[in-house]
């Protein structure tokens, strides 16, 4: 059969879930969506203060277009692009102090043949004081065309190892560390340097 919500077709459901006291396995949880598929495995162990967690996910090939006009409608019409994603995290308890000691992992996005209009206010809060410094207006207007986001997380911290951010005038880069604080709110993102260049036309 299928499943549909509003721009989503869900075909090809399958899934186990298995319990056993405070432990919770779902494995497998796959499914294709708009035509791609997605997957998803998690091992919880909710018997234990904090809980305990192991969690995978993946999709390859997600078209963004229905996810948006779905779930955001006052952005119909304004993203659309291909997503490969993947996660893999792992650890115990859900505050800074516990983060710290036990999170482990890595998680992946990639966006491709991408055009998402940055009508945002969070996104004009970042474009426009650059067109204004540069006297280009054409950057506020361009559409993102691509993004590439890599993460590790261990030892105490969140590693950014790429995040590469493309559209056909211009391209920025920025990498960083970000130490997860006891209060995990307090977890600073430090002053990460950003490269941003232009396209030779500019």
Not at 49 to 63: E, T
Not at 71 to 81: E, Q, V
Not at 119 to 124: C, E, F, L, Q, S
């Amino acid at each position: 059969g299928r499943i549909y919500l509003r721009e989503l077709d869900v075909t090809n459901l399958k899934t186990t879930l298995k319990l056993d006291g405070g432990q919770v396995v779902l494995k497998p949880f796959q499914l294709v969506l708009n035509g791609a598929p997605v997957s998803a495995n998690a091992d919880l162990n909710l018997g234990v203060p904090g809980y305990q967690y192991d969690l995978q996910f993946k999709a390859d090939g997600v078209s963004i277009a229905p996810l948006t006009d779905t779930f955001s409608p006052d952005y119909k019409g304004n993203a659309a692009g291909t997503l490969f994603a993947n996660a893999q995290i792992k650890g115990a308890g859900i505050t800074g102090v516990n983060l710290q000691k036990n999170l482990v992992g890595n998680a992946s996005v990639v966006l491709t043949n991408a055009d998402i209009q940055l009508v945002g206010p969070k996104a004009r809060k970042l474009i426009t004081p650059i067109a204004l410094v540069l006297n280009l207006n054409e950057l506020t207007s361009a559409p993102l065309t691509g993004l590439n986001l890599q993460i590790k997380t261990g030892a105490g911290q969140i590693n950014v190892t790429q995040c590469d951010v493309l559209s056909s005038v211009f391209r920025a880069n920025v990498t960083g560390v970000m130490p997860i604080a006891t209060v995990l709110n307090d977890s600073p993102f430090g002053n990460w340097p950003v490269n941003f260049s232009l396209s030779r036309s500019l």
